[in-house]
């Protein structure tokens, strides 16, 4: 079984013996019922317990939209905020431990979930995080989509290439990716690509699991074949599973923090290095 049916597979008996949710909720796209959705009444439950409630307030006080499908166990927009969010809201050593987690040096400044930085080009990234001096992090999250989003072209797409991407991806991908429809094969991929600099300490973290092959393959290739080698060191791909390892050996106190860790693991199916 693939990972994307494997993982749905789990998360619809998570629905049932963890949330205790035996209805099954609709995809709006085609108005039929899956067993990894949630009832829309209930989608607060996609947020882990230990910071459902102050998830709940950050993301009404930024007035943060969810995506359309945040009902759906899957949702990546909703694994963003599980994974991260205990740790940002934790404590100064709970904010360490992520970012040795993620392989990233530094001190987190600020950060934001679902971060427009530029509302002319409107790329939105799942996370963002200010490291002062040491720079700042996109975070471009996935779970089980089959990958970073193609797009086909039109004349606004096209126009967006020449008034803003050509300038910011000069010297950072080859020539031709500029030219044919690379652009638009990679969409997704370069419009975040267009934010990180070498010499601004500005990095582009992809973060999916291991086990989501469509996913690793594209991301290798987009690094292999389209990022020049000069630019290669601001994009990284991190592992979800290496990060939960990572998370589990830095063994921080906080006892909300390692409730969420261990409802990380039931939910995702995620294992730690001594299980």
């Not at 008996?13 to 209930?42: C, F, M, Q």
């Not at 963003?80 to 360490?96: H, K, M, Q």
Request: one cysteine or more.
């Amino acid at each position: 079984m693939k990972y994307g049916e494997s993982l749905k597979a789990h998360l619809a008996r998570y629905k049932r013996s963890v949330l205790d949710i035996p209805e099954d909720g609709t995809w709006v796209r085609n108005g039929r019922t899956y067993p990894h959705i949630l009832p829309s009444a209930l989608q607060d439950l996609n947020l882990i317990e230990p910071i459902r409630s102050q998830c709940l307030f950050y993301m009404g006080f930024e007035c943060i939209k969810r995506h359309a499908n945040f009902p759906h166990l899957n949702s990546s927009q909703a694994f963003a905020f599980n994974l991260f969010f205990p740790w940002l809201t934790d404590s100064p050593e709970s904010c360490r431990s992520l970012l040795h987690a993620l392989g990233v040096g530094g001190r987190v400044k600020c950060w934001k979930f679902e971060a427009v930085l530029d509302w002319e080009e409107r790329t939105n990234f799942d996370l963002w995080l200010d490291l002062g001096g040491h720079g700042q992090v996109f975070v471009d999250v996935k779970l089980t989509e089959r990958g970073f989003g193609a797009s086909r072209p039109n004349k606004r797409r096209r126009d967006k290439l020449d008034e803003i991407y050509r300038d910011r991806l000069t010297g950072k991908v080859a020539a031709e990716t500029l030219d044919g429809d690379a652009f638009f094969k990679y969409y997704q991929l370069l419009r975040s690509l267009s934010y990180v600099h070498p010499r601004n300490k500005r990095t582009l973290l992809l973060v999916f699991p291991r086990a989501n092959e469509r996913v690793r393959v594209e991301a290798q290739t987009f690094l292999r074949d389209v990022v020049l080698e000069s630019c290669r060191p601001c994009v990284r791909i991190v592992y979800v599973e290496d990060v939960f390892r990572r998370l589990h050996e830095n063994r921080v106190r906080s006892p909300r923090v390692r409730d969420s860790l261990q409802a990380l693991g039931e939910k995702y199916a995620l294992s730690g290095p001594s299980d």
